[in-house]
């Protein structure tokens, strides 16, 4: 992995993280997150067409130079927005554990990333990769929410959730990578499925 998706994969745990707390506790609320959504909006439509110096800088830490020239600061913006989508639709805890399944199951498999040799059982290292990423996702995802259960008393998502769910997840991204078809960003669709998953469930199964 090169030293931009380090850094990039990072600022996705950590301000995946900020938000899953931040909405636990009761801090953040999904009015406030439409207000971080509005800002990095107008800026970044700003930046796209007269760039910021301190901005630019800032995105040349962070971006990919694919996106700073279309869409800059796009992942924490699709980040955000699959946060408090997923506030509004799920309950505080399944939202919380929604937006850490994103934060950890979507970039640790980057940063622990490795050439993947063929003879995993895969037609090629691709593949290979995908089914490795998608294992090691839904475990770090797992695991997140697993901290959050043990070091909150009240949080009410069983472990069961918080396995499947993390699981659906990670391989409806690996599916949409594999097809080459995104019609969603990972951010906002891991949240919406993760949750979605959880809440059936809850409906249907408990």
């Not at 707390?21 to 959504?37: E, K």
């Not at 505080?92 to 970039?107: H, K, M, S, Y």
């Amino acid at each position: 992995m090169n030293t931009l998706e380090a850094k990039r994969q990072t600022l996705h745990i950590i301000m995946g993280v900020f938000i899953a707390l931040m909405w636990h506790s009761g801090v953040m609320r999904p009015i406030h997150m439409l207000g971080v959504i509005i800002v990095g909006g107008i800026a970044s439509l700003v930046q796209s067409r007269r760039p910021l110096p301190g901005l630019t800088w800032i995105l040349q830490q962070f971006d990919r130079p694919e996106d700073m020239k279309v869409f800059p600061g796009r992942g924490s913006m699709f980040l955000w927005i699959g946060a408090m989508l997923a506030a509004l639709l799920y309950p505080r805890d399944v939202a919380t554990a929604a937006i850490l399944i994103v934060a950890f199951g979507d970039a640790v498999p980057h940063v622990l990333s490795r050439p993947v040799p063929k003879t995993i059982g895969q037609k090629d290292s691709k593949h290979g990769w995908l089914l490795l990423g998608t294992t090691i996702g839904t475990l770090a995802a797992f695991a997140a929410v697993a901290a959050m259960k043990l070091l909150s008393p009240g949080f009410a998502v069983s472990w069961t959730e918080a396995f499947i769910g993390s699981a659906i997840a990670m391989v409806i991204g690996a599916i949409e990578i594999e097809m080459n078809k995104q019609p969603l960003d990972d951010n906002l669709l891991v949240p919406l499925v993760a949750g979605g998953v959880m809440m059936l469930m809850r409906a249907y199964l408990w």
